[in-house]
């Protein structure tokens, strides 16, 4: 199958000095994966530990210990390509990936070279701002080693090294080169994300390298076959992936419209100074010296592992998105607002049973995402329940509050917390629907504006600034459909 399947839409194109340029963009994403124990040792994959507290004999290479999979990471694994609707491979090998690094003690990495645990899937990415989803080619998934960490900041003279990381299992997730935008790459790291955190096979954290980017970053005039790549390697957050595709696109650009040529080699991005900077001259497969691990058997999954796995898998975004548009009438939307992240989505659900599901997608996005956005909360530390945020909906359904009312009731739930319909009760919130009351407020406004009475008779639009002012003087808690009513029989408007 051709690598090159899909052209940039012209508005993608970057304006050169000269031409139009086209970018190429292929990902590597390497997230952890979730589990207790390393990938081939006992030792703990906790965070935040001292340094070498989670370093186990073989993770430091000590003569004569043996490497000894680790099936949850392995299961693990397959559950990511059934998710990337990807082909799981029964039978997959380790191989050893021969490199020098203080922060690698074995002095190679186990890694999967020919034979990936998974084969080819696809991922189906919403863009902003675009009409129709991309859909993105996945190469192949495999199972790999993490290395330790260098630190090179805590002495003048010296490096140390911390290897709680070392021997951590990655899936790398290669995909074909099918981006052609910054845009695009970094809304497919998010859905990527956001499948990896409904599986539960990586959280996703990037702030603590869980989830990594190295990014391949060609140009091309339209039409011409694909330029040189080069690689960005490790960039650590979604924000820095655009700003880093940006950057290198240009200078690539700059280097060949003045006649230069682009070396293949694997590059930093400096979010500081804003430009990526050459690492090292890009290795290939025969620079690592690939071999078939002799202390490791090939990989044979039993029979019946995968349709075990596959039968227990969660709902997944997309599946999800779907039935939240023709269960709930919800927009295409809001369906994506609410699916991308697990916990808003069973949030929404919850919010949702038995109620309008139109209703409760509103308050949910609206009024809770907006709030929460506002003080720099996430769903987890929402204080807000579903309960709550059901108890308010269904008070305006109710007619005992007002829309605004609700609002006000919504932001003390969310300060002070409490029960809404005590709320409501013990500060004296309830909605006015005592017609004889609203009357009086009506005949008062009316008689204190006799030009705007007479501007409505041959404006009725201007309705709308009497119920305003009805509202007004009674608090918000006038019920908006009586005052509405009432002014229509006072001033005569059909």
């Given at each position: ?466 119920v305003g002012q009805v509202m007004k003087a009674s608090g918000g808690k006038a019920n908006p459909g009586a005052v509405n009513d009432l002014l229509k029989q006072k001033l005569g408007i059909e």
């Open positions: 199958m051709s690598l090159d399947i899909r052209s940039a839409h012209p508005k993608q194109w970057i304006k050169g000095a000269r031409d139009d340029w086209e970018i190429i963009i292929g990902m590597e994403i390497h997230a952890q994966v979730n589990s207790n124990a390393k990938l081939f040792s006992g030792a703990s994959t906790a965070f935040g530990n001292d340094p070498n507290a989670n370093v186990s004999l073989v993770d430091a290479a000590m003569p004569g210990m043996l490497p000894v999979i680790n099936r949850e990471c392995v299961a693990q694994a397959v559950r990511t390509g059934l998710g990337l609707k990807a082909e799981i491979h029964t039978t997959s090998r380790f191989d050893r990936k021969n490199y020098f690094y203080p922060d690698l003690p074995q002095g190679y990495q186990i890694s999967q070279f020919a034979h990936p645990i998974v084969g080819e899937g696809e991922v189906i990415v919403d863009v902003p701002g675009e009409a129709e989803p991309i859909m993105v080619r996945i190469e192949r998934l495999h199972l790999e080693q993490d290395a330790g960490k260098s630190i090179h900041d805590q002495d003048p003279l010296n490096s140390f090294v911390d290897l709680n990381r070392a021997g951590v299992a990655l899936m790398e997730i290669v995909s074909k080169p099918d981006l052609r935008s910054a845009e695009e790459a970094q809304a497919y790291v998010t859905k990527l994300r956001t499948i990896l955190r409904y599986l539960g096979t990586c959280d996703g954290d990037m702030e603590k390298g869980n989830l990594r980017a190295d990014v391949n970053v060609s140009v091309r005039k339209p039409g011409e076959p694909f330029g040189t790549r080069c690689e960005i390697k490790n960039v650590n957050s979604i924000r820095f992936i655009g700003q880093a595709i940006e950057v290198e696109a240009r200078r690539q650009i700059g280097i060949l419209e003045d006649g230069g040529r682009i070396d293949q080699e694997t590059r930093l991005y400096d979010p500081g100074k804003r430009e990526t900077r050459s690492m090292r001259s890009k290795e290939e497969a025969h620079d690592y010296r690939y071999f078939p691990d002799p202390d490791l058997l090939p990989l044979v999954l039993p029979e019946g592992f995968v349709e075990e796995l596959a039968q227990h898998l969660p709902e997944l975004p997309d599946a999800k998105k779907a039935r939240f548009i023709s269960q709930y009438g919800l927009s295409a939307y809001d369906a994506s607002v609410l699916v991308a992240e697990r916990e808003s989505a069973d949030y929404f659900e919850a919010v949702a049973k038995g109620r309008d599901g139109k209703i409760a997608a509103n308050w949910v996005i609206n009024e809770l995402f907006g709030r929460l956005n506002k003080d720099g909360k996430s769903i987890e530390t929402n204080p807000v329940s579903a309960s709550q945020l059901g108890g308010i909906i269904d008070l305006i359904g109710a007619g005992t509050i007002s829309g605004k009312i609700a609002k006000d009731l919504f932001e003390i739930v969310f300060t002070e917390g409490g029960d809404p319909a005590t709320i409501v009760e013990q500060r004296g919130m309830k909605q006015v629907t005592d017609t004889g009351a609203i009357e009086k407020v009506v005949d008062e406004i009316i008689a204190a504006n006799p030009d705007k009475v007479q501007q409505a008779k041959e404006k009725p639009t201007l309705l709308g600034w009497f």
